[in-house]
């Protein structure tokens, strides 16, 4: 089989080309090549035909019997694989006419990676929002964007979940199919050979019942060979449909297949990739957040150096200019100089103003005590 037919090319192959795919015949060519085993096996039953005896009714009726049940047993196990088989394809053929659900998650999926695009995510705040965002409840944009990544996250683990599910799915699928394939194909072969047998009898009969006597020309036509050749006619549709139910099994389990490999590809790849490329963002984000941190201390840092020496500077010179700036010194030593030689001298004239004042006191002092003692002595005589 072609890997490029598909289940929709199968409906425009010829009955032929569906056979030749398969591997086994088509109506039209049953007859071509017959193996001797099945020649002999109809030439058997024909003799067992033209032998029956005109009162042998028992065997006249086991023959009719017999024809009008020709290929049934084969031809309900054909139908009861084909049945099995074709669960899958109509499963396969409604999910083709309405993908909703698979759609919904890939769309809900592209809007989520939407929403956590790093490249449309502003991660920038005031230092007003940088100070809210130490309070409990608030959280930073970024808390708020990786929270966005955690719901991302959990869809692309809800959808790797179901690739897995859905893939060994297919590979039961597949299990399924191959062995009901194979049951079908060993039943298409069996009614292949009835077909033949029952197509030789046709041949056979038909020549030998046209010089019959009309009793037993009509058992012949009537009651073996209308029979027969409704079973032909049933034989040959059933092995149509038992072709083309095993091309289509094929190119199912071949799809599957190529399926399981592209989800392998998707969970081991494209997934993983996506994970792997949103952690990283988030990733890159602290680093960011990191770096800023970083540069504001090192501004910081640069700020209070370059203040520190300017004042050092202005300061250091100052303090050298005082410390050799003595003029205001000398002029208050100056000024206290000339303070204490002025007290000194305005001391010494007071000296030297009081000693007269002072002596006269002495001389009054004298006289009064002279007096006291002289009227202490009066009184004590």
Known sequence: MTTQTSIAQVATM???EIAAEVGTKAPATITDDIPEE??????????????????????????????????????????????????????????NQDNGGLSKDLLALRAKVEEINPNKFDFSESSFRRLLSKL?????????????YQSVSTVINDILTNLEKGKDVLAKDNVTLKADRDKLMEYTWQLQDQLQ??????????????NLEAA????IEEDILYYLRQEVQDMQLSLGASNQAILVSDIIRRANEELIRSTDRTL????????????????????????EAVKATNDMTVDLLKSTAEKAKTQGVQIVKDANDV???????????????EAMNLLDSYKQEALPAMQNNVNLLDDLNKQMKEQVERNTK
């Open 38 to 95: 099945v020649r002999k096996r109809a030439q058997e039953m024909l003799e067992r035909i033209k032998n029956v005896g005109d009162r042998d009714i028992d065997a006249r009726n086991s023959l009719t019997s017999e024809a009008k049940t020709f290929g049934t047993e084969i031809r309900r196990n054909i139908a009861h694989q084909s049945d099995l088989l074709n669960a899958p394809i109509k499963d396969i053929m409604g999910n």
């Open 136 to 148: 409990p409840g608030i959280g930073s944009k970024l808390e708020a964007w990786w929270s966005q």
């Open 268 to 291: 081991n790849v494209s997934a993983k990739a996506l994970q792997t490329a949103a952690a990283l963002q988030v990733a890159l984000a602290h680093q960011e957040k990191q770096m």
């Open 327 to 341: 003029s205001a010194m000398i002029e208050g030593l100056k000024q206290a100089f000339g303070d204490t030689i």
């Open 216 to 219: 037993q020309k009509k058992y």
């Open 197 to 210: 047998i029952a197509m030789l009898l046709d041949s056979e009969l038909a020549a030998w019942c046209a």
């Open 14 to 16: 010829s009955p032929e």
